[in-house]
């Protein structure tokens, strides 16, 4: 079976843990570009696809890098524009951000974007109302959602696998694509990706990976290209945000080797065929 590989396009200083962490205004050390080709390569190597959602704002300022990871074979798909939370926007705002990322990467490549991630998983309760604007303005599907819950983010209610959302008693056409997790004692357990991926040992997500598989489903792997650079700058965190955002980071890499050495990979639009 094949697993889905997916990659959060955006700059090591792109983080919502509280108000201000970064300027969108100012100019920041550009690590993207170095970052995402090292990955590129190392998909190539062990042949896996995946789907690059990538925010607006990397995609204005390196067009060009887009190109070249469209180009390898991989889906572009959108992570907003700005990286704010939804549910810190209004619906307006939200379509406004949206409208301006989907438009910006379509420009680029003269393709249709089909799929969305939202910045920290932040469709939760408070913001089930995204659907229908994702929906409205022609996105396939949607991959925002986490069914647990922490401080930030979390819809622990939502199912584990793809469906299709209902909201205000409506079935909508879009396709939800939740983060991957297992079962343990009756709770969802997340293991691949982000955080998670880099504090857990090899044996553990690769035996989490199998345990999905077996239930007839593919194993959806997140990671930003931040994470396999131990050399970034560092963002004025505390104890326990900088815990979150970079535990782990220096053996990130070669987790991912092992990962894509046992695993196959695939992106969400392959997989679904969407």
Not at 114 to 126: D, E, N, V
Not at 236 to 250: C, P, Q, V
Request: proline content about 6%; hydrophobic content about 40%; charged content about 25%.
């Amino acid at each position: 079976m094949k697993n889905i590989l997916t990659i959060d396009l955006e700059e090591w200083f792109h983080a919502n843990y509280h108000e201000d962490v970064f300027d969108p205004h100012k100019t920041y050390e550009v690590r993207i570009v170095q970052n995402t080709k090292r990955l590129l390569t190392l998909f190539a190597e062990h042949k896996a696809k995946a789907t690059f959602f990538v925010l607006g704002y990397v995609a204005e300022k390196h067009p060009q890098l887009i190109r070249d990871i469209f180009a390898a074979g991989h889906e572009i798909a959108s992570h907003g524009y700005a990286h704010q939370l939804i549910y810190q926007q209004s619906p307006s705002e939200f379509k406004e951000d949206v409208s301006r990322a989907k438009q910006c990467v379509e420009d680029i490549l003269g393709e249709q974007v089909k799929g969305y991630r939202a910045p920290s998983w932040s469709i939760t309760s408070k913001s089930l109302w995204a659907w229908e604007i994702l929906q409205e303005l022609g996105f396939v599907y949607d991959a925002s959602v986490f069914p647990i819950e922490t401080y930030l983010y979390g819809l622990p209610s939502s199912p584990r696998f793809s469906h299709h959302p209902t909201f205000n008693g409506e079935t909508l056409n879009l396709l939800e694509v939740p983060s991957s997790t297992i079962r343990v004692f009756k709770k969802n357990i997340p293991f691949a990706g982000g955080f998670y991926f880099r504090a857990l040992p090899y044996p553990v997500i690769a035996q989490c990976i199998k345990t999905v598989n077996k239930e007839g489903q593919p194993a959806i792997v997140y990671l930003h290209p931040r994470e396999i650079d131990p050399e970034q700058p560092r963002l004025d965190l505390n104890l326990k945000e900088s815990l979150i955002h970079y535990y782990g980071i220096g053996g990130c890499e070669q987790k991912l080797i092992r990962v894509l050495k046992k695993f196959k990979f695939t992106s969400i639009e392959e997989c679904f065929k969407l």
